[in-house]
Nanobody, 122 residues
């Protein structure tokens, strides 16, 4: 079975940091691009960050550029999202995803994680 199991969400104050993890199984993780999406109530789903299969390329949404960092560990079959300088507008349900190519990640990811809530509030 294909699985993307997420962990690391929670409540944090503005300006704080969190790291999200996504552990994959059931497919050839090392050959896949990985990414992170988020969705808040009443808003469109946003493609936040993505990384190529070999770690050589990353892309970020303008809304998180300079604050978030995506990384991928092929030996552990895990992708991470380090989130710094968090703002209330970062509050959302965050999903990890896998795609065959980094170029297609934002439009048509192949596999999805279950989602984890991140809430930024004082």
């Amino acid at each position: 079975q294909i699985q993307l199991v997420q962990s690391g969400g929670g409540l944090v104050q503005p300006g704080g940091s969190l790291i999200l993890s996504c552990a994959a199984s059931g497919f050839r993780f090392s050959s896949y691009a990985m990414g992170w999406f988020r969705q808040a109530p009443g808003k469109e789903r946003e493609c936040v960050a993505r990384i190529s299969w070999d770690y050589s390329t990353t892309y970020y949404a303008d809304s998180v550029k300079g604050r978030f960092s995506i990384s991928k560990d092929n030996a552990k079959n895990t992708v991470y999202l380090q989130m710094n300088s968090l703002k209330p507008e970062d509050t959302a349900l965050y999903y990890c995803a896998a795609a065959g190519r980094i170029a297609t990640m934002c439009l048509s990811p192949r596999y999805w994680g279950q989602g984890t809530q991140v809430t930024v509030s004082s």
